[in-house]
């Protein structure tokens, strides 16, 4: 079972020896003391700490989007919203590319999708190796909160499966807050994005997936009527 | 003892900080975190930005991050317009914020980076570095930094031959009876270790302990007042 509760830094969460402290908790004796401010969750005995706001902190694995800021001989600097230099380097990229013409393949304000690969201490090394992952050609790209990432993909995927089931568009989140849309239409890109304004509005409701369900039938509805 | 028959100017006991104290957080958008801190006239807003880069480079330092403060008073906050910009006092009460809030932050782990606080006092009515700690500790705590715990804050002193708490302005500066007065403000853990003092004026030894105590048991209260509206930030 699952139980949550907003800690402060320093607030003893549980008390116990039988309680394994998470990401963003510390043991001090008996206790297990919360080291940030979020949402407590205890889960299996293991008891870790949900940012509810600040920046985005980048993990390994984490699908990011980011924007071409400079490019070098060997590979391309992209921002994803992180103090850290984060670099997309050649060997990362699952095609020929001549050494004279990065450009040609991501230019200066290009978008794409990638994987972190590595975080060391000199930065952030990405990869464009793996499905769903390269330059981003067309579409539209939302910006959100990054610490609302987890509510518009939902539990297991449910809250975003339902925005793209309703709105006939391909979405792919990034964990660094950016969303890009992808639709066949630009009404229904516009949609989507109506759609996961909303979710991230109303992202401290709970029973929020019933909510989206209930706007999405006025909003089909009033589609329908603007229509005929 | 002379703290019975010793009135100050504004009705309240030896023991008592001014009202309304109040607090929130998460009043600005843009930023990573942000709080709002209220003692009486006196009112701070805290806004964190980070950790980034460090710019200019040579400031880095790859073994740890730094913390950047800017105190800054707002040139309506007093009665008499203040010369906006940064002054003698201001660029001391930034280093003294930075000292008094380092010993709880945990940010090691963000090498060559930076986080800004940015403080300003909209209305000033003395305990304005009190006021911005507070501000300062709430707003780091918003914006999710790692830290061993929260820091109140708050200024005990001496009138005459009375140790009051939480001087106002005309009690800092005006206040010329007897032995005049003495401000002695602090910065506390939860747990009641010391992160912070400065004494202006003179001060005997007993009284200098009993202040600390005093102040200490403020603290808890000021800490209580945090919490809650940490706690409340986020519902709606």
Redesign the interface.
Known sequence: MTDRK?V????VIVKGNDFLPGE?TERNGEEIVA????LAEESNKLVKII?????Y?PRRGNVVIGKVENITFNGWVLDIGT???TFLSLTEVPRYVNKDGLDEVMDFGDMAVAKIWTIN?RGIDLTIKGRGLGKIDEGIIVKINPNKVPRIIGKEGSMIKMIKDETNCNITVGQNGLIWIKGDKVEDELFAKRAINFVSDKS?ISGLTEEVQKWFEKESKGEKNNGS | MAAKTFKRKDGRKPEEFRKPISAKV?IIPNA??SAMWQSGKTIAIAAVY????LHPRNQRD?AAGILRCNYNMLSFSVTDRIRPGPSRRSTEISKIMEWALEP?L?IDK??S?VIDVHVNIIQADAGTRCAAINAAAMAL??????????VSSIAAGKLDKTVVLDLDKYEDSEFEEGEGSTDIPMTF??DGKLTHIQIDGKISKEQLKQAIELAKNAAKEIYEV??KA??E????
């Open positions: 907003i402060i830094p320093g607030e963003g080291l940030r401010y979020g940012p509810l706001s600040g920046p902190l103090a850290e230099t201490k401290f | 998460g990573d975190g980070g950790p980034k880069e790859p709880v945990l963000f090498q980076m705590a918003h914006a999710g930094i790692p830290m061993k715990s929260l853990t939860p945090q919490k940490l706690k930030a986020n519902k709606k």
